[in-house]
């Protein structure tokens, strides 16, 4: 007997069944170590206001390229500002140091710079300025307004303070000669002492051409003036007048010794009293002159045969106003600095002369009767130059001409052009006239008889010529035919393009697509 | 991208194809003249003869009444000539009378049209002055004529027609009463 018996195998192969599990596993891995591992670091970013910040949208960046994104936006323990939950992308770590800045990038418009633009359809992103701190970090606290200074920047800081009435805020440009050399970090109201105080950064190179010459002041706006001399006006360019900046200057070469940044430097209001305040570097004396003299203000020039050699740089010179209500003469201190002479000989000769009384100011006399705002200097001994005093405040003093005497010479002048008899000049006058008058009657008379004839001969060759010119344009004339002839072509030209015209009135899609209306067909009559 | 380039193609196309479906089919560059047959010295404007035009007229189109209100001026079939100076031409080569140099002929076209049923109508005024300004007669003309055929050869030529007939009534009426002045 045979015995069927089954022989059983083990298989060794794998059941393909396995393989489905096997890529969802696979897959599985990589998901979870895309999600888990392959990640960088999380951070938290503080910010007062999160306008425009988006959990899983906003992006963070560096240099244009996306280094993390926002995953989540909440509210601090204290509600005092909002928290940003930051997922870096991987291999950031470097980039997260203690003075890594963030801010948030939108749209922003101050004066005529517009910043952020893209941000309109793209929406607001974080930017990332990497610090040089090597200490890693990962908790920040966003800037409220972009850094005004690139990183990496070599250059000085300022401390400046301004008490006039100008607005200056963080990120207005300062410039030299027009040129932006760096920018207000930061600005704040003393409120003890009434100033603001400014904290400017020049960058290098820019930084050298500071010296303790040098002078700041506020520009911006339109500065009026309206003085004896006439109205001046005064505007920066359209940036400045919109934003406002703090220009410096040194004027010149004169005292450029190395800058001190002990105090902090004043900023003026106007390049004017800036420059008035630079002068005072220069040999100073002061004058006393007479309250009458109006037109001698800050400002005022100076002229030594001719040349401009000096300035009047403050009017009037006091430290109390009490002297004003007991003296009989208002002092100004005065600066010379002729630029084509050597300061220090010009100096030189000054003191001598003051010493051998020889020098003396007076109101220069071309300027007498108009705006009287300028000075002479003269070095010769007159006896109307009085000296008030030697010294006044630590500065020698120059005597000032006394002007009576010619004051006395104009009011002479007044008196004869008063004392004139214009009534008889002006009768006899009158006199003259009237026998003119007769004289060129009698010659108009004499005379008549042969201007007619000449007169009738011009007005009948201008009539004759007339005449030809307006038979030119005759009914019958050529002219007058070819202008029926082209005013006819006008009118055909016209009528034959009015049904186009009203098509198009009526349907303008005519133009593209044609008129498809045919023309209605007349029938013939039914009888 | 290959994608886009189809159905760029595709697009142009279509565009094409659907602007030059919608062209006019045919523009009609005939125009009607009336004074053909006119001998040339009729041409020659002697200045005694005005001749006005009813404005709805003077479009340079023929024109059709559709209704008691309202006109129809054609696009396409026009007047080779200004219809005044066409008229006034036909009625310097068709008018007889004796002592036309001394007299001033004002003639208002009022109608000279043809209509929805099929008639071609003309109307019109006359006044004769002599050098005097003084009115010597004055008749006003109206007729309609039927068309043969239908189309706007047809209608032209019964306008043509019709007009000259009413010329030569005028004639008529006019030499009759100076005659029997």
Known sequence: MIENKAITKKSKKISIVWVIPFITLIISAILIWNNSFNKGAQITVSII???????????????????????????????????????????????????????????????????????????????????????????????????????????????????????????????????????????????????????????????????????????????????????TVETESLNNLLQGSISFDNFSSYSSGSISLEKPFTVFDSKKSAYLDYLSLYPSYVSFINYDFKGIVEGSKIYYKGLHVGTVIKSPFINSFDYVLTSKLKPILIAFHADDVSIDSFKQYIDKSIKSNKLCLEIDSSSLLSSNDQLNLIDIKNKNCKLAKRNYLGYSTIAFSDMNQDIQGLNTIVAKIDAIDTKGISDELKQTLNNISLLANNLAQNSKAINNADLINKMANAVERLDTTLQSFDKNSQIYDELNIVLQRVNKLLNDLGPGLNAIGQNPNSIIFGNKTEDYEPKKAIK | MFFKKILTIATVSVMAILINACQNSSIDYNRYFLVADVKSSSFMDNGSIKLKLNEALSNGAVVIQMSDVSLYSATNHRWADKLDSQLKTLWVDRLICDNCKNLNFNIYVSEFNGTYDGYANVALAVQVYDKKQKLVFSHDYKQSLALEQDGYNALVSALKANYIEIIDTFNTDFNLKVKNK
């Open chain 1, 49 to 231: 206001d999160a306008d425009g910040i988006e959990a899983g949208k906003t992006l963070v960046k560096l240099h244009s390229v996306t280094i993390g994104k926002v995953t989540q936006v909440s509210l601090d323990e204290n509600f005092n500002s909002a928290i940003l939950t930051i997922q870096m992308n991987k291999g950031t770590d470097s980039l997260l140091r203690s003075d890594t800045l963030f801010w948030v990038v939108k749209t922003r418009v101050r004066g005529i710079d517009i910043s952020g633009l893209d941000t309109l359809l793209s929406g607001a992103y974080i930017q990332c300025e990497v610090g040089n701190d090597p200490t890693y970090s990962r908790s920040f606290k966003a800037l409220e307004t972009p850094p005004v200074t690139k990183p990496n920047v070599q250059g000085i800081n300022l401390n400046l303070q301004y008490r006039g009435t100008k607005t200056l805020v963080t990120g207005d440009p300062v410039l030299y000669k027009g040129f932006s050399v760096g920018n207000i970090l930061s600005s704040e109201f003393d409120i003890d002492n009434n100033l603001v105080k400014h904290t400017i950064f020049i960058q290098d190179p820019y930084a050298k051409l500071l010296t303790n010459s040098t002078r700041f002041w506020v520009s911006s706006g339109i500065d009026f003036s309206l003085n004896t001399s006439g109205l």
